[in-house]
């Protein structure tokens, strides 16, 4: 069993930074991907971004690559979401998610959930 708690979440001006934070416990899948998902008011939950548990490897949706970061530190399990140059449209509620397989970017296929933490991005 794996439990995520999401942190960070806040109001922000376009074009400034924020960073979010991931807690987890539990024994995270070996082979398995820590992914943020976000959900814009009215619209359907949306893959953002995510790191490989045993390789490090990051993949991101073509919406937020270069402009954010996925990254853990081990030693404190954590995993981060570094948001730059933000935009109104990453307003969202962002949530950390886990998933048995590397590379997957579909909701379904992730089967543990955090709280959620909501980013408000304002022009």
């Known amino acids: 069993q794996v439990q995520l708690v999401e942190s960070g979440g806040g109001f922000v001006r376009a074009g400034n930074s924020l960073r979010l934070s991931c807690l987890y416990s539990?024994?995270?899948?070996?082979?398995?991907?820590v992914a943020w998902f976000r959900r814009a008011p009215g619209k359907e939950r949306e893959f953002v971004g995510a790191?490989?548990?045993?390789?490090?490897?990051?993949y991101y949706a073509d919406s937020v690559a270069g402009r954010f970061t996925v990254s853990r530190d081990r030693t404190i399990r954590t995993v981060f979401l570094q948001m730059n140059s933000l935009k109104t449209g990453d307003t969202a509620v962002y949530y950390c998610a886990v998933a048995q397989r590397f590379g997957v970017r579909v909701a379904d296929e992730y089967d543990y959930w955090g709280q959620g933490t909501q980013v408000t991005v304002s022009s």
């Open positions: 790191i490989g548990r045993s390789t490090d490897i990051t």
């Open positions: 539990g024994r995270l899948p070996d082979n398995g991907a």
